[in-house]
């Protein structure tokens, strides 16, 4: 699908892509906040060589072109894990060949020992995940990363829902993304964020997937940050 005047065509294939691939889904889903939310978005369903090579691809091209400086990637456990090795498989093909490094959830005390695997852990780290709920895995890997004497520099996730967070149960006027960049000092970027799927939506019209549009935007418009 190409994308329309203004739009962001990386963003507009990627959204296809995940709904092509079931990982992006319409219907009725209950959130880790308790919300109703009319769309899922699984990367776990990524769940093929192609899939997830083809995701590399999305995540090395917006990486690149965010122009956001770094050093090395960090996969935080689990699902950051392949993440991380996918793009840096990507990124060398494309001429950026870094290190890349991940966790553990339970540290080792034989073999190498700690939970750290992989590069050494220095310089800025660039840490790559699907996507950020609360800002809590992200805080788990800055604590990581700065214990082993780095830099935690930015973030890479797939899609950024643009919806306000919470704390203690209550809504706040700020997104899980905005309380990483603004709190704890990290720049973030999406391949795709909750406004490309809706102007994906908007541009089907009258066909199946364009029936989803009202309900998307009416929860973007009760739970959306700018």
Do not use: W
């Amino acid at each position: 699908m190409s994308a329309a005047l203004g739009q962001d065509a990386l963003a507009q294939d990627f959204v296809e892509f995940s709904v092509d691939s079931g990982v992006l889904r319409f219907g009725e889903f209950r959130t880790k906040a308790g919300r109703l939310s009319p769309y899922f978005f699984n990367a776990g369903l990524f769940d093929d060589g192609a899939k997830l090579g083809r995701l590399a691809q999305f995540y090395a091209r917006r990486i690149l072109a965010s122009a956001i400086e770094f050093d090395m990637l960090f996969g935080p456990a689990y699902k950051g894990i392949p993440l991380a090795a996918a793009v840096a498989i990507e990124l060398a093909r494309a001429g950026r060949n870094v290190p890349y490094a991940y966790n553990r959830k339970e540290a080792k005390d034989h073999g190498e020992g700690g939970s750290l695997v992989g590069a050494p852990v220095k310089g800025r780290v660039l840490i790559v995940d699907d996507v950020m709920s609360a800002g809590t895995a992200a805080r788990e890997s800055i604590a990581l990363i700065k214990a082993a004497g780095a830099t935690p520099h930015a973030v890479a996730i797939a899609l950024d829902r643009q919806e306000k967070a919470t704390e203690d149960g209550r809504d706040v006027d700020h997104s899980a993304v905005q309380y990483v960049q603004q709190q704890l000092g990290l720049q973030v970027c999406a391949i795709a964020k909750l406004a490309d799927l809706l102007a994906y939506l908007q541009v089907q019209g009258q066909g199946e997937l364009g029936e989803h549009y009202p309900k998307v935007l009416a929860y973007r418009e009760r739970y959306g940050v700018e």
